[in-house]
Antibody, heavy 116, light 112 residues
């Protein structure tokens, strides 16, 4: 199992960014997927979840601004980040939802910096 | 939302010792299926975050037997017996009983 995030970078407040998570080594369409973030020097915060049937759930802090989606044909998970704020600055990780309702595999993370 | 409290920000340990990391939930993590929806994760610099324990006490594949998860209801413990140098890391608990899923603040294991 391998998860590789991309798409991070420096973005101004109020702007948008789209993160990708390329999955390999398993049947991507059969698993729910999560995004988790970690602000510099801080702990882990769950951001969003998408089920194998594309049902979605969001943390309150990002609801209405972020959109999680998936393309099973491309084995890729996405996170669209809109109306970005400085407090969204963090490393963003994708993780697979394992049987047993835990996050069984994680990517290495991608940095998003929101600053003018 | 469910709050997870890891009271110890840091714990100091010598190789070979046993250490316990605690995680307290603001409500029971026991579901009607009889399982606790509490898992433990290890973060080491330069490595991907690793799942160690799920359902409070089940080790994930390949995790050494010195990692032991225990507890029930609202009180959970990750014990590491015979600590090895490679166990020096950050450890987080996570509840997946109710959304929003929430993590503890983390406990940093450091060498004496």
């Amino acid at each position: 199992v391998q998860l590789v995030e991309s798409g991070g970078g420096l973005v101004q407040p109020g702007k948008s960014l789209k993160l990708s998570c390329s999955a390999s080594g398993f049947t991507f369409s059969s698993y729910g997927m999560h995004w988790i973030r970690q602000a510099p020097g801080k702990g882990l915060d769950w951001v969003a979840y998408i089920s194998s049937s594309s049902g979605t759930v969001y943390a309150d802090a990002v609801k209405g601004r972020f959109t999680i989606s998936r393309d099973n044909a491309k084995n890729t998970l996405y996170l669209q980040l809109n109306s970005l704020k400085s407090e969204d600055t963090a490393i963003y990780y994708c993780a697979r939802s394992g049987y047993g309702s835990y996050f069984d595999y994680w990517g290495q993370g991608v940095m998003v910096t929101v600053s003018s | 939302q469910i709050t997870l409290t890891q009271q110890a920000e840091s714990l100091w340990v010598s190789p070979g010792e046993k250490v316990s990391i605690t995680c307290r939930a603001s409500q029971s993590l026991l579901y009607t299926d009889g399982k606790h929806y509490l898992s433990w994760y290890q973060q080491r610099p330069g490595q991907t975050t690793k799942a160690l324990i799920y359902h409070a006490s089940i080790r994930t594949d390949g995790v050494p037997t010195r990692f032991i998860g225990s507890g029930s209801g609202t009180e959970f413990t990750l014990s590491i017996e015979d600590v090895q140098p490679e166990d020096i890391a950050l450890y987080y608990c996570l509840q997946t009983l109710k959304k929003p899923y929430t993590f503890g603040a983390g406990t940093k294991l450091e060498l004496k």
